[in-house]
């Protein structure tokens, strides 16, 4: 095959030795036990991911290094050292026990990137109680699912977003306590069983919470969509804090004297493993970037906090190769040493962009939620084919495999699996046993994706097996904006596909077949588009809505969307030999 190369960089010659040297780095089996002796936790059952993270550093000597560096969209900015972080967190977990919250129960957070939800997700690791990040861009219905299904006891947001729930919380009866962040809008009126957050803060001790927790106790849950059925809540222990120190120190290849930026919203596993966690396990300091995507914004806080490790996104490197060159040359960008990507395909297109702007490659990686932390990836020492995910993590055995389990040769195309035990494996799904167990098969877990890996061991992604949408890195669950069609009393039948599109990698569609009463109309559309992006959020809500007199289906009656997808693909009307009935 004939692969352009980004040449390997010759490692004498770069800023900073990187933390991998080379290829016999790379082929360490069980590079595991070093890995827990540089963390202290080599022989030890219990311990806390919040404390490796950050009082850690207090204890070592780093207590006065800033660890949060945060930019609000006023451009306003804070600084917290890590034993700032380490007295806030132990006071947040004072209050929570104070709310009754006990070792295993479910705290969720609803809320921008503030400093406070950094405290609050720490805080809680630090009780023990588990802890549920949640998009902020979310509608109230993901948020009920998601607190229903999980049990939630606790939630934390702030009183705009509170109020964007309003017709949810009603339906929660196991939820007690809502706390109210009060940065932007102060003296919120509050409901029973609602706290304020700084008052709660102000009446907490500050000594550390006594509780211990093990390597196996749950720590971070994530709901994640698969191709039926309301997302599925995948639960972290705290023993993933390894894998997050490690992929932080040899993919992300994170030094002590780094200020690092993860553009990742919160709500997703990015933005707790590499948004939150492997940064601080490295001692780092992180910037908080609060505003979202703008080329001149980002450009300009790379400038300002001379940000030299980014871990980013393809639709927002797109977005920024859409910007242009030119504004690339306004900004002093110089300090960027490493750029990484992850969440869906890095085409090889914004691999070379990246190369000619930043003078330098960007560094593909792939993982996922249920994987808890960076699989593969392409390490700053190597040369990069852009279009590759790169080579596995040191001590982790991904693998391409035929139905029965086999490895495949080669270049040959199969699923995309992984040899389970690496340290931070999800440990189930909430109460979803055997859906947990599905997914592992002959000594393997599957991961739901395709791909192949070539003769020198580079991996390139090549698909989804399943109906999932990635639409600008957020996976979407048809079903889950399906069932929302559903709730429209207009819709009869919704089938939602992934449409290609050139920013966002896919963009959702829906075909909808309406009750014999309504007429389909531009402004039906457009209610329909409205209805779905308030329940759901913007962000996964169907960009294209097509009206089709009925929907094709299975004989059992359910909606074939891959049909709807060959349809809307343009393939031969005959080709739907490989459809599936699912
Ligand atoms: P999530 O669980 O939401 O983090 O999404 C994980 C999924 O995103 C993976 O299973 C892939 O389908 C996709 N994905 C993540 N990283 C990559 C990558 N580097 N290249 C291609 N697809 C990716």
Redesign the pocket.
């Known amino acids: 095959m004939n692969y352009s190369e980004i040449a390997k960089p010759k490692t004498k010659e770069m800023q900073v030795a990187p933390n991998l040297l080379g290829e016999g780095d790379l082929t360490s089996k069980t590079p595991w036990p070093e890995i827990e002796r540089e963390l202290g936790v080599d022989g030890r059952d219990s311990f806390n991911l919040a404390q490796l993270a950050i009082d850690r550093h207090c204890e070592n000597g780093w207590g006065d290094k800033v660890a949060l560096l945060w930019e609000g969209k006023d451009g306003g900015e804070e600084a917290y050292t890590f034993e700032q972080l380490r007295t806030l967190t132990n006071k947040f977990a004072h209050a929570l026990a104070g709310l009754g919250v006990q070792k295993g129960d479910r705290v969720f957070i609803f809320a921008g990137r503030v400093p406070e939800l950094y405290v609050s997700v720490f805080g809680t690791l630090k009780l023990g109680a588990i802890i549920g990040p949640l998009f902020s861009a979310f509608g109230p219905d993901p948020v009920r699912d998601r607190l229903l299904d999980s049990g939630a006891e606790v939630l934390i947001t702030t009183p705009d977003l509170k109020a964007r729930l309003s017709t949810i919380l009603k339906d929660l009866p196991q939820l007690r306590h809502t706390i109210l962040i009060e940065r932007e809008v102060k003296a919120a009126e509050l409901d029973q069983g609602d706290v304020r957050y700084e008052q709660a803060m102000a009446a907490a001790p500050s000594d550390p919470p006594d509780t211990t927790t093990s390597r196996e106790d749950y720590s971070i849950m994530h709901y ?1 969509s698969g191709t039926t059925g309301k997302p599925k809540g995948a639960v972290h222990v705290h023993n993933a804090a390894i894998q997050h120190y490690a992929t932080g120190k040899w993919a992300l290849d994170l030094h002590p004297d780094d200020i690092y930026w993860c553009t990742a919203d919160p709500g ?3 933005g707790t493993s590499y948004g939150m966690s492997a940064p601080w396990l490295n001692g780092v300091t992180q910037l908080i970037y609060e505003s979202g995507f703008g080329a001149s914004a980002w450009y300009s806080a790379i400038q300002k906090h001379r940000v030299t490790v980014w871990y980013t996104a393809p639709t927002a490197i797109r977005m920024l190769m859409k910007a242009g060159d030119e504004i690339t040359q306004k900004y002093n960008l110089s300090s960027l040493r490493h750029i990484c990507s ?5 085409n090889p297109e914004a691999v070379l962009w990246g190369h000619r702007v930043f003078h330098q490659a960007i560094h ?6 249920e994987t808890g932390a960076i699989l593969i990836a392409n390490y700053p020492f190597m040369a990069v084919r852009p279009g590759s ?1 790169g080579k596995p993590i040191p001590g982790t055995t991904p693998g391409i495999i035929d139905e029965a389990g086999n490895e495949m040769p080669h270049d040959a195309e199969g699923d995309l699996a992984v040899r389970p035990g690496w340290p931070s494996m999800f440990r189930a799904y909430w109460n979803n046993e055997a859906l947990y167990r599905s997914r592992f098969n002959n000594g393997w877990y599957i ?3 395709r791909a192949r890996k070539d003769k020198d061991g580079y991996f390139w ?1 090549v698909g ?1 097996t399943d109906d999932v949408i ?1 639409t600008a890195g957020h ?1 979407v669950g048809p079903f889950e904006v399906e069932s929302a069609f559903m709730e429209h009393p207009a819709v009869a039948e919704a089938g939602v596909i992934g449409k290609p599109d050139p920013l966002a990698m896919e963009v959702v569609k829906a075909f909808v077949a309406l009750k014999g009463n309504y007429e389909p109309t531009d402004n039906l559309r457009r209610e329909l588009m409205r209805f779905i992006r308030s329940r759901l959020s913007a962000a996964v809500a169907p960009r294209e809505i097509e009206f089709l007199p009925s929907l094709p289906k299975t004989r059992s009656g359910k909606i074939m969307r891959r049909l709807l997808k060959a349809k809307e693909l343009g393939l031969p009307l005959g080709d739907t030999s490989t459809l599936e009935e699912d």
């Open positions: 994640t997703w596993v990015t992850v969440g869906e395909p890095l593909d990686n792939w993982w996922q939620t995910m991961t739901g994706d992604f989804r990635n996976l």
